[in-house]
């Protein structure tokens, strides 16, 4: 009885140091088997006459008791603070208690090992590539380095947690995990975030924007049968209705029906014009035909030029980008010389791609004034984000070149949209290729946030600075 009550003992510490901590591997308690064979009849009395000697003829009970494993420096009733239950035989009267260490003496403590975790910030842009498809990638990186990848719950957190049997795994598997992420951030992850030099603020330009999209789509969204069909209709009403003065006359003929019986009807043939109609035209073609719809085009509200372009995954690198636009502020006025910028708006112009198979079409930028200011300025910005290393190497190679975007096949929308998307342009640039768009002042640079938008409808501003000290004193 003694014997029995020990291997359940210490059958259940076993079972509870597993599930408490799942790096800990336990063997079976082998011990136990020369004592708990099936049909080994004389062992058991031999325990029951055991269990009489030590307890006389009191009945027992079981009462739980906290015991904890720990780590190889601790007690081994410790186990990372986490409780775990075992039974301690007792007495009916409460006053003798037999020790779970003197029912077996060649039972030996269980000791774990310690656990040691690390919490890494990563962004939760990249939590799709750390996991991989169907946690293929997160589950290979468990396997390997013997840890365990922790995902927060809530979507407003942004950390992993990795936890392990020892610092070397849990270090090992953040930096696998951190060539995921680099590998991702090269060529995988699209750009978040940008510096921005808004123009949507001019409602005049705004007005153009409209009216440029209404004269590619607005008219040509209906199909020309469709318009032919209508006007053809009602002026066949109209002409019947007027017994065919109006009608291109043919060969006289016409049939009279006279009633002679019930059951007979003669027919003659009398003189009334015939009518003849023109063939249709063929259809006339459609926007749609060249790839375009309304998708495609910048949305007016969105208007503006590009300065650089980031990959910010995570708070801590957008809190960077923001201190570093606020902290130039005045080396841009002193780039602009203190004085307002204007710019103008002309014309239109491709980028990857001929007219026939274009990708982007832009409104091409000139300084007002020619006298690179402008350029100095957005220099300026550049170079303090490359050197807070907020800028990937490949975007800090290219050459600025300051434009306006009109129509963007990326933005495509619906079963059309491919890898190198395109659209026919020949036929908006035969129309609106000497475009004058207007002057217009550039008031301040945005660090903005892609696909997030203000209430104004532009994009959601993280930080912001003036581009002139006038600026700056009326927002104030």
């Known amino acids: 009885m003694i014997a029995c009550s020990s291997r359940s003992l210490f059958f259940g510490v076993d079972c509870a140091l597993k599930y408490a901590n799942p790096y800990l591997k336990s063997n079976p308690l082998t011990y136990f088997e020369s004592i708990s064979g099936v049909g080994k009849d004389s062992a058991r009395m031999d325990r029951n006459k055991k269990l009489k000697s030590a307890v006389g003829t009191r009945q027992c009970q079981w009462r739980p008791v906290s015991v904890s494993a720990s780590n190889s420096q601790g007690s081994a009733n410790e186990l990372d603070g986490d409780t775990i239950k075992v039974a301690q035989v007792v007495t009916d009267n409460c006053d003798s208690t037999i020790s779970a260490g003197v029912l077996d003496d060649t039972v030996k403590p269980i ?131 007027n017994k065919g003065q109006e009608l291109i006359k043919g060969r006289d003929v016409a049939v009279e029906l006279k009633v002679e019986d019930e059951k007979h009807v003669k027919v003659g043939l009398t003189s009334i014009p015939l009518v003849s109609y023109p063939p249709k035209p063929s259809r006339l073609p459609n926007a749609s035909d060249f790839g375009i719809d ?51 708006l002309k014309g239109l112009d491709t980028m990857r791609g001929s007219l026939s198979r274009a990708r982007v079409l832009y409104a091409p930028v000139e300084e007002i004034g020619s006298e690179g200011r402008l350029l100095r300025a957005c220099q300026v910005i550049i170079n303090a984000f490359v050197e807070a290393g907020l800028v990937l190497e490949k975007d800090a190679k290219q050459k600025l070149k300051l434009h306006a975007t009109v129509m963007n096949a990326r933005h495509r929308k619906g079963k059309r949209r491919r890898k190198n998307d395109s659209f026919d342009a020949r036929g908006i640039f035969k129309q609106f290729g000497s475009e004058d768009w207007g002057e217009y002042l550039i008031c301040e640079a945005h660090l903005s946030q892609r696909f997030v938008y203000d209430e104004n409808g532009f994009y959601h501003c993280c930080a912001s600075i003036p581009f002139s000290w006038k600026r700056r004193t009326q927002a104030d």
């Open 111 to 241: 000791i774990s090992s310690e656990k040691h975790s690390l919490s890494l910030e990563v962004g939760a842009s990249l939590f799709r590539f750390i996991k991989g498809k169907e946690g293929s990638t997160q589950k290979k990186i468990e396997e390997e380095m013997g840890v365990k990848i922790v995902f927060p719950s809530s979507k407003k957190e942004e950390s992993i947690v990795i936890e392990g049997i020892s610092t070397d795994c849990v270090t090992r598997a953040s930096e696998k995990i951190q060539a995921v992420m680099d590998e991702a951030i090269e060529s995988s992850l699209d750009y978040s975030h940008f510096v921005s030099l808004p123009l949507a603020i001019h409602p005049e330009l705004i007005d153009k924007l409209i009216n440029f999209q209404n004269s590619i789509l607005g008219n040509n969204d209906v199909s020309a049968d469709e318009n032919l069909e209508s006007s053809d209709s009602i002026e066949d009403t109209s002409d019947i209705e």
């Open 294 to 344: 309304k998708s495609i085009f910048i949305k007016p509200t969105t208007f503006h030029l590009t300065v650089i372009m980031l990959k910010l995954w995570n708070k801590e690198r957008v809190n960077a980008a923001s201190g570093v636009l606020k902290s130039i502020s005045s080396k841009v006025i002193d780039a602009l010389d203190n004085q307002p910028i204007f710019i103008r």
